[in-house]
């Protein structure tokens, strides 16, 4: 009797990676204002490496920049969910999680020292496959993924602080109306 086996592939995961035309000049040092305001009491599983994101009109072109970024690349519109800024210190890291129940969450890369560290996806792993899929940063960068993907950050191993704002959104509306 012969064997057959059949793959069936479950899902694919985009990834949605952008380049940003904004001013920033500025932002790092209105986040770093904020660095002893942690989000100890954030929706999402905050982290030690979290605080408050500035409440200043260029964040405010940021998310309406990826909401068009979104809605441009799957018909969909985003509502703003909640934001928040990630400082990185020398041999910081951020373990492996999600943002579920957030529908789509997103990074803006502010300030990318060289060697301070990636974002890793990590889709549904076996032991066929390690399931780490790393993105290197780049300042003025974003990327949007789904806010049940596990991910994680790699150690900052520069001298200086890198700097991103988190973002977790909800998809409102239809794409085909």
């Given at each position: 009797m012969e064997k057959s086996i059949e793959i069936h592939p479950l899902n694919s995961i985009d990834i949605?990676?952008?380049?940003?035309?904004?001013?920033?000049?500025?932002?790092?040092?209105?986040?770093?204002?904020?660095k002893s305001y942690r989000l100890d009491n954030n929706p999402v599983n905050s982290h030690y490496e979290d605080t408050r994101c500035p409440e200043t009109p260029v964040v405010q072109e940021i998310i309406k920049e990826l909401a068009e970024a979104f809605k441009g690349a799957t018909g969909f519109?985003?509502?703003?969910?909640?934001?928040?800024?990630?400082?990185?210190e020398k041999n910081m890291s951020t373990g492996q999680h999600d943002h579920y129940p957030?529908?789509?969450?997103?990074?803006?890369?502010?300030?990318?020292?060289?060697?301070?560290?990636?974002?890793?996806?990590?889709p549904q792993s076996?032991?066929?496959?390690?399931?780490?899929?790393?993105f290197?940063?780049?300042?003025?960068?974003?990327?949007?993924?789904?806010?049940?993907l596990d991910h994680s950050v790699t150690?900052?191993?520069?001298d200086e602080t890198r700097?991103?704002?988190?973002?977790?959104?909800?998809?409102?509306?239809?794409a085909n109306e």
């Open positions: 949605l990676k952008g380049k940003s035309l904004l001013d920033i000049d500025g932002l790092s040092d209105d986040i770093l204002k904020l519109d985003l509502i703003l969910l909640d934001c928040w800024s990630h400082i990185h957030a529908d789509v969450s997103a990074v803006y890369y502010v300030k990318v020292p060289k060697g301070s560290g990636s974002l890793v996806f990590h076996n032991k066929y496959h390690p399931g780490r899929i790393p290197a940063p780049e300042e003025k960068t974003f990327v949007l993924f789904p806010g049940y150690r900052n191993q520069s700097i991103s704002l988190s973002f977790n959104f909800k998809i409102q509306g239809n």
